[in-house]
């Protein structure tokens, strides 16, 4: 006879969320876009709109005879600066949108990718991240993730630091791992310590912002960030951002927040910051639970989902007049 | 199979394990070994109470980039994760293991580093590499002291202790350990044997510098089984070797009177109750064991070690009562 045993406590068990096919962002809203007034935001989702169309169009080719998923989001700033209220800015972010032929399924608020619902998203995702090793790293130095700098290469040592003690270090050019003959070096700032605790940092929280979108995180095996219903019956927008939940779904018929894919429609001024996610997304080893049940249940609908998680993230940059 | 991802089978899996006493006064109770093991936010510290108090760390990945060690001094160079964690077994004694596995060949180039992200603890030659060679470069001795080709090659052990060091820096521990021991290094290696080729086999060597090595020759090489059960070798090997220096030290059988039983409190406090050998072993490798308790026969020797611990305190408990 065979028997077994099992403890609950030593045997995670990871719960899967609802996906999408496409989880379509139709902008970022900051301070300066706000003070410029509706019609900057007009102007904003004119120019979305066609790129929109064109990645529903794609994705219902890719998903097949099956009726494509797509769900669509909005995200706003409130943890850099702090403008304007839920009350007076959703509705006219939803008359803008609507009046360009949109529909914002989805409004999160960029501080609920570092605080949701008593879990910090960033920084379980710092925890996450493994460095990709330059050559010669044989895992005797230790992580500098420490110092909250995250780069694609190996660091000028001029510049690294520690090992400047050593003696006079000539200067060398920093490189790229993996360049093509030349590289494109980038070093990433994830975030500053100051006396009120942590500030991450843009490009951190946006590639947070694209995990949460594709459904990648999970504290002790249970979905992070969840959508909270707000309908006609909750009444009007609260006054207050903090009163409203970090991610609220806005149309009752929307498909899931998270999707097997992003794609993300923002003007060429985000182009480093999505640089920067790109070079994070490329450093963050998810949980394998996670990842094989995507890539199973997308298996199973015939859809194709990249194995890495940087090439589930795709953009249209516009140019800003 | 761990990391496999489609590819082909690993054909080793190499580790070392760090053992050391947790440097506290009292051994940790539950809540607090979770604390102490909360390596990060979103994983549980996995925690298991029979048959005896156990908690794992979640796992903590490293990139790597560098040659592996070779006996002939051939360089291969590798690509990849190494996995690492902690283990604390009934509140006292604290384990860090890392390791990798490897299959026989890879790319000929250094893929995008998603690739590898997606493989964790797996870490990809670049080109073909010879096992035994790797085997035994990696479990062969090598000079103390700076060596610029350790150096060079894959260090399992630089993150293991690293672990150990991130793991005991913690202000969560007082710092007053009940008693003087060693830390104690095990460095493995499992190689995959083709299926039918009878139980597994293995070769556990004493080194007199304090390292162990062990070499493991199993069917179907699952990493995680293979890690565990070396976790387990190297905490039974490391309570025998820290209380047998402990009665060394007690001049057990010269000093009579109180003060070797005083010397020997400590172990009857914190350690006596630790073995359990083959207690988290499964049925695959417990063939293992069976073979290590007839020789070097581990048990054999701590119960006569315990008999002798046992026998001086019922000698010293006659005269009280005499009196009494």
Known sequence: METTFREESADPRTQSVPLSHLSLELGHLYMEDFAAGAGRLREQFTRVKPWADAARLSVAGAAGARRPRVSTCFLVDDYFTRFSSPAELVPMLLAEAEACGLTIDYLARESGCATADGVEPASLVEGRLVESPPVGSNGSRPAVREIGWLCNGERSPAAGGGEAMSGATAWAAPAETGARRHSVFMDVELWDDGDRGRTWSCPFLAAVWQLLRLGLLRREGRPVLQAVPWGGERGAFPRSWDDLPPLVQLNPSAAPFAAYGTFSVLPSRFLPVEHAVRLVLGQVALEEAVLRQTAERADREGFAVPPAVTDRAAYAFYAEP | ?324
């Open chain 2, 1 to 324: 199979m761990t990391g496999g991802a489609g590819e082909g089978p690993q054909a080793f899996v190499c580790g070392e394990v760090r053992t050391c006493l947790l440097q506290t006064s009292a051994s940790l109770p539950r809540a607090e070994a979770v604390r102490l093991l909360q390596l990060r936010s979103d994983e549980a510290v996995r925690f298991s109470e029979r048959p005896n108090m156990y908690a794992v760390s979640p796992e903590v990945l490293t990139g790597v980039d560098c040659a592996l060690p070779a006996a002939t001094g051939s360089r291969v160079r590798a690509v990849g994760t190494v996995r690492a964690r902690a283990v604390l077994t009934e509140g006292r004694v604290l384990q860090a293991t890392a390791r990798l596995s490897s299959p026989v060949s890879g790319a000929d180039r250094r893929l995008p580093w998603g690739h590898y992200l997606v493989r964790p603890g797996v870490v990809q030659p670049l080109g073909r590499l010879s096992v035994p060679d790797v085997a035994a470069g990696f479990l062969g001795a090598r000079p103390a002291g700076p060596d610029r080709h350790a150096a060079a090659t894959v260090d399992l052990g630089a993150i293991a202790e690293r672990l150990l060091a991130r793991v005991l820096g913690q202000p969560l521990l007082d710092r007053r350990a009940p008693f003087k021991s060693r830390r104690t290094r095990l460095r493995w290696f499992a190689v995959h044997a083709a299926d039918g080729q009878g139980p597994p086999a293995a070769e556990f060597t004493v080194a007199a510098d304090g390292l162990r090595t062990l070499w493991i020759s199993a069917a179907g090489l699952d990493a995680a089984e293979i890690a565990g059960f070396c976790e387990e070798l190297a905490l039974h090997d490391w309570l025998l070797t820290t209380l047998i220096r402990m009665v060394d030290r007690s001049r057990l059988g010269s000093t009579a009177g109180p003060e070797a039983v005083l010397a020997l409190r400590p172990a009857v406090d914190h350690l006596l109750h630790l073995w359990m050998p083959g207690a988290r072993t499964g049925a695959r490798l417990a063939p293992l064991w069976d073979g290590l308790e007839r020789h070097p026969g581990f048990t054999r020797q701590w119960q006569t070690l315990v008999q002798r611990i046992r026998d001086q305190l019922a000698l010293q408990a006659i005269p009280f009562r005499c009196e009494a």
